[in-house]
């Protein structure tokens, strides 16, 4: 199946400082998300974004299709924003709805 | 807030109950999930159904049972679980999108029900 493999593992920040997550796959894909789980279990979906860049507030995505990889820039890093952030995939033609997580990133935003 | 209700918040229950977990959403979406995530491990897919119908089992045992009632409701009935069963079980939901997958559709994930079983 499909490999996704974010980087890297784990992120100690100082609140206000910008920092760069990505995520490689190793297939085409059709559908690739950014989600952000809070410390209580919340899932959040971040972003919808198989290709381009979009921008939501101090977050922001970028996904190069053709290379196999999407970046999620946080600037400004506020303690809110710990947690874990997870990539997830669907492979072009492959099972449909089936998305694969990486493992993701654990973020840690201290004041 | 979550538009993805899920009920209860938090469950422990003995390995010869039966309980149910409940989930709802009124954002219209057609395919709804279950996932299963132990801690420190991304989520699991479980089930998918789409307009009702189961479209993927993901060989999950027997002792769960999901059940689509409506397009708004999805439940996963639990019957003689096992301590490993004990995670996180979350319910999502997405538009029903092109060639029936979830092409083109965000993934909307409830707020999940903590299980232990003990």
């Known amino acids: 199946g499909i490999q996704v493999e974010q980087s890297p593992p784990d992120l100690i920040l100082q609140e206000g400082a910008n920092s760069t997550l990505r995520c490689n796959f190793s297939?085409?894909?059709?559908?690739l998300q950014w989600f952000h789980q809070n410390p209580w279990g919340q899932l959040i979906n971040l972003f919808y974004?198989?290709?381009g860049t979009k921008q939501n507030g101090r977050l922001s995505a970028t996904t190069v299709a053709t290379e196999r990889y999407s970046l999620l820039y946080i600037s400004s890093s506020q303690t809110t924003d710990s947690g874990v952030y997870f990539c997830?995939?669907?492979?072009?033609?492959?099972?449909?709805?089936?998305?694969?997580f990486g493992k993701g990133t654990l973020l840690t935003v201290n004041p | 807030d979550t538009e993805v209700t899920q009920t209860p918040k938090h469950l422990v229950m003995g390995m010869t109950n039966k309980k149910s977990l409940k989930c709802e959403q009124h954002?219209?979406?057609?395919?709804m999930y279950w996932y299963k995530q132990k801690a420190k491990k991304p989520p699991e897919l479980m089930f998918v159904?789409?307009?009702?119908?189961?479209?993927i089992n993901e060989s999950v045992p027997s002792r769960f049972s999901p059940e689509c009632p409506n397009s708004s409701l999805l439940n996963l009935h639990l019957h003689a679980l096992q301590p490993e069963d004990s995670a996180l079980y979350l319910c999502?939901?997405?538009?029903?999108?092109?060639?029936?997958?979830?092409?083109?559709?965000?993934?909307?994930f409830g707020n999940g029900t903590r299980l232990t079983v003990t």
């Open positions: 297939d085409s894909v059709n559908n």
């Open positions: 997830a995939v669907e492979i072009s033609g492959g099972s449909n709805y089936k998305l694969t």
């Open positions: 954002m219209g979406h057609r395919a």
């Open positions: 999502a939901s997405s538009h029903d999108g092109l060639r029936g997958s979830s092409y083109n559709s965000p993934l909307h």
């Open positions: 974004i198989p290709s």
């Open positions: 159904y789409s307009y009702e119908k189961l479209s």
